[in-house]
Nanobody, 125 residues
Framework: VQLQAYGGGLVQAGGSLRLSCAASGRTFSSYVMGWFRQAPGKEREFVAAIKWNGGSTSYADLVKGRFTISRDNAKNTVYLQMNSLKPEDTAIYYC???????????????????WGHGTQVTVSS
C-alpha cells in the first residue's frame, strides 16, 4: 500500500483546512486508517482514526470537536477536516494504514504498518 497525503498549507488561526490521503491497493477498504502529526522537536502523536467501514472514529482529546476524519472507500481516500485551527496544530501531518485493522489499538503509532509522506500544516497567530 502506498499513501500520499496532501492538502496542507498556511492558514490563520481560526481557519480551516482539509487534508486528503490517497491510497493505492485493492485492500484499502479493509484497513483502519489514521492521521498522526509531528511538531518540531516533539514525538509523532495520534490525531484521529477511522474504522474500515467508517462506522467508528476516534480522536485525540486535543482535536476532538474541531477535526473530523472520514473516508471514501470507492476513491481509496481518507480525509481530515480541520476547523478552528490553532497555532499549536502546526505540524507535519501523516496518514497511516493498519492492515491488521485492530481497532482497539488504533491510537497507537506502532500498530500502523504503512505510512505516507507528510504534509505540512502551519497555523499563524
Amino acid at each position: 500500500v502506498q499513501l500520499q497525503a496532501y492538502g496542507g498549507g498556511l492558514v490563520q488561526a481560526g481557519g480551516s483546512l482539509r487534508l486528503s490521503c490517497a491510497a493505492s491497493g485493492r485492500t484499502f477498504s479493509s484497513y483502519v486508517m489514521g492521521w498522526f502529526r509531528q511538531a518540531p522537536g516533539k514525538e509523532r502523536e495520534f490525531v484521529a482514526a477511522i474504522k474500515w467501514n467508517g462506522g467508528s472514529t476516534s480522536y485525540a482529546d486535543l482535536v476532538k470537536g474541531r477535526f473530523t476524519i472520514s473516508r471514501d472507500n470507492a476513491k481509496n481516500t481518507v480525509y481530515l477536516q480541520m476547523n478552528s485551527l490553532k497555532p499549536e496544530d502546526t505540524a507535519i501531518y501523516y496518514c497511516a494504514a493498519d492492515s491488521r485493522a485492530k481497532w482497539s489499538s488504533s491510537q497507537l503509532l506502532r500498530e500502523y504498518d504503512y505510512w505516507g509522506h507528510g504534509t505540512q500544516v502551519t497555523v499563524s497567530s
